[in-house]
């Protein structure tokens, strides 16, 4: 991956004690946070765990090349890609990205899938959802300010069909030079 050029981003929504599950499912409906999700995704390849899968219904998002992750390699799923390891996803959404020019590659998930991802990962994109959620089951790793410098940061109060407002913020992994 070393000479990788194409940027690996996490995409998450969180809430300020780090859920971001419950029971196999998202604990909140955030219709404003998907559609910008959609939008920021849409022809991009996207690496996610069997579980996350899972919760889309087994189905893949529309319009995005889906790279799931599992230990089953007998596993075979209709409309996606199937690998037995994280590195091996990121190595294929990298390619997939070279072969139809997406310029971002995104990891959606879910807890086990960002946990290990938050090493090789440029890019946080989160979704800060303004709720404690006492009864979670799938948490989002610490954010560590040393390693990742936040860029930006919008408060998007909560639409009708939110459950709760939420701050969009962007991190960039630091480098040397900042
Ligand atoms: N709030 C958000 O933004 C957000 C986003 C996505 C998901 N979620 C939520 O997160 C929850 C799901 O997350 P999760 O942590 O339970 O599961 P997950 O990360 O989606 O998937 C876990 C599965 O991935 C496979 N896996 C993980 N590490 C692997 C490795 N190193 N090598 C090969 N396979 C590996 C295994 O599949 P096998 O068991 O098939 O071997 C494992 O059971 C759901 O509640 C979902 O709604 C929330």
Redesign the pocket.
């Known amino acids: 991956m070393t000479e990788r050029t194409i940027p690996i981003a996490i ?4 809430s300020e004690n780090n859920v ?7 604990p909140w409906k955030l219709s404003t946070d998907l559609k910008r999700f959609k939008a920021m995704t849409l022809g991009k390849p996207m690496v ?5 899968l899972e ?1 889309f219904g087994g189905k893949p998002l529309p319009g995005r090349p889906h790279v799931v ?4 390699a007998a ?1 075979a799923i209709d409309g996606v890609e199937v690998v ?3 590195a091996a996803a990121l190595e294929r959404a990298v390619e997939i990205a070279a072969a139809t020019g997406a310029e971002e590659i995104g990891v ?7 946990a ?1 991802a938050m090493d090789v990962v440029d890019r946080l994109y989160i979704t800060h959802v303004e709720t404690l959620i006492d009864d979670g089951d ?1 948490f989002f790793p610490k954010i560590d300010p040393a390693l990742f410098d936040k860029v930006e940061e919008t408060v998007v109060p909560a639409g009708e069909k939110d459950s709760f407002p939420t701050r969009f913020a962007v991190y960039h992994r630091r480098t040397a030079a900042n």
């Open positions: 995409f998450a929504a969180v971001i599950g419950r029971d196999g499912d998202m996610l765990g069997r579980k996350t919760s992750v599992t230990r089953n596993l037995t390891s994280l959606i998930g879910g807890g086990e899938i960002y290990q799938t």
